[in-house]
């Protein structure tokens, strides 16, 4: 058999297919498996490189980066299509998402991958790859260009984002929590006690929320988030606080507008500039007009309604949180409904929501804060990613409520952040994301000690 043979497992996601698989069809030590259902092709002594590197490390597994083939019927020709450079990132023991993204094609020690199978339940019917890959214990990215794949899913990157929580991948998501829960405990990662209920009495507060829009250059839109924010009805005080990062196409005009009209707005401009998104809200919280709870409005978007604050807080204080979580839809600039519509992660419960926000790469919005609790924690300094850290860290130790109907209406528009993102630029954002996570592991491994 040529030790060089491409075996297709695109299609296998069950347990007892792969088993069939690796135990009847494959024989050799290692073997090269397409995972994705794109035909792909090993460029000159690609084969040789990933063999000398299994060889070399002992890998369990090892993925390359590549070449994406779009705009090509059949030929594999350059000049036929072009050819775009699909770098990955290194995978890390945060790495528990299970979109990580590993390319088309993996390098795989087959008695490494046949003890992985033997661990695991046959009920496993769509999460076979990712149960195995989380049980193999070396995974190696080979950082070089090594083949090419046609690639045949064009979408944006804003398209793709909210794939894992469609809600016609429901069944699929259910059992990827299982995989992700029974790995957390096999390490001792598994949060098992009951998360800590907040104080609200242990300080005193003139204001009893704050909504928080952190900004920059947001001229399109900022007006409409003031609105949304201000247009709040209540039985309890709240102000709004702004963040304005140095905008100069006119942000800060418009603020100055609305602040020249309602008492309730404050206007900060940061004393130091470079600060990132988490920064501009650390300048939010320790505001002395920071009120009990901090509630996110992004620059971008809108409350769903005008009693949002009252529910979130109202909703908080019943079960005495340190954090909530909203769900929110999915809108053009207009408003219109875009796929796949409400985003409700209800992968998130409240007796295995902390354990598979570890899997998820999204916490939902807006999301809402006991101020307290967030000044001991406090952002990190980021534009991306920023809110998932705190999200984890708070929910390490206390309780996160949930409102499941939509709150927030997030706009996906050609400025949006998120919008049309490049390879390079996702890639930067799921590794720290990833960090994040290997950050989080690294705690809740020391909680068993």
């Not at 000159?44 to 369990?60: L, Q």
């Not at 998402?97 to 046949?114: P, Q």
Request: net charge negative; charged share 25%.
């Amino acid at each position: 058999m040529n030790k060089y043979k491409i075996y297709d497992a695109s299609n296998l996601h069950s347990v007892a297919d792969w088993k069939n698989f690796i135990f009847k069809l494959v024989k050799d030590k290692y073997c090269f498996i397409s995972i994705s259902p794109c035909e792909c092709n090993l460029l000159d002594y690609a084969a040789e490189r990933f063999e000398d590197i299994a060889n070399s490390t002992g890998a369990d597994m090892l993925y390359a980066d590549h070449y994406d083939l779009i705009d090509a019927a059949s030929q594999w020709d350059s000049e036929q299509g072009t050819l775009r450079k699909h770098h990955l990132i290194d995978y890390q023991k945060g790495a528990l998402r299970d979109d990580f993204d590993f390319g088309k094609l993996i390098y795989v020690n087959i008695d490494a991958v046949k003890q992985a199978l033997l661990s695991l339940s046959e009920e496993y019917r769509y999460s076979a790859f990712y149960a195995i890959r989380l049980n193999l214990s070396n995974i190696v990215h080979i950082n070089e260009l090594l083949y090419v794949a046609k690639e045949t899913d064009l979408r944006q990157s804003g398209e793709k984002q909210f794939d894992y929580v469609d809600p016609k991948n429901r069944q699929v998501q259910l059992e990827r929590e299982a995989v992700c829960t029974s790995y957390l405990g096999k390490i001792g990662a598994l949060l098992r006690t009951e998360p800590l209920s907040v104080d609200y009495t242990e300080e005193d507060f003139r204001i009893k929320a704050t909504v928080v829009i952190p900004v920059l250059n947001r001229v399109r839109t900022i007006a409409d988030a003031l609105q949304s924010a201000l247009s709040q009805k209540t039985n309890f005080p709240f102000n709004v606080i702004v963040v304005d990062n140095y905008s100069s196409d006119g942000t800060a005009e418009i603020i100055d507008n609305y602040l020249k009209q309602d008492n309730r707005l404050i206007h900060i401009v940061p004393e130091k500039r470079g600060l990132g998104i988490g920064a501009c809200w650390n300048v939010a919280i320790h505001s002395e007009h920071c009120g009990r709870y901090a509630v996110q409005l992004d620059s971008d978007d809108v409350y769903a309604q005008d009693d949002v604050l009252q529910r979130i807080v109202d909703k908080m204080e019943l079960e005495q949180s340190a954090m909530l979580v909203g769900a929110y839809t999915i809108t053009d600039f207009e408003l219109n409904i875009l796929p796949p519509g409400l985003i409700d992660h209800r992968e998130w419960t409240d007796d295995n929501g902390r354990n598979n926000a570890l899997r998820v790469n999204g916490f939902g919005a807006p999301r809402a804060f006991y101020v307290p609790v967030l000044r001991k924690i406090n952002f990190p300094n980021v534009s991306y990613g920023e809110d998932y850290a705190v999200a984890l860290r708070i929910s390490r130790e206390y309780k996160v409520s949930r409102i499941y109907d939509s709150l927030y209406n997030c706009r996906r528009w050609s400025g949006n952040s998120d919008a049309s993102l490049s390879i390079d630029k996702q890639n930067q954002n799921n590794y720290y994301k990833d960090k994040i996570r290997s950050f989080e592991l690294e705690a809740r491994l020391k909680l068993k000690d």
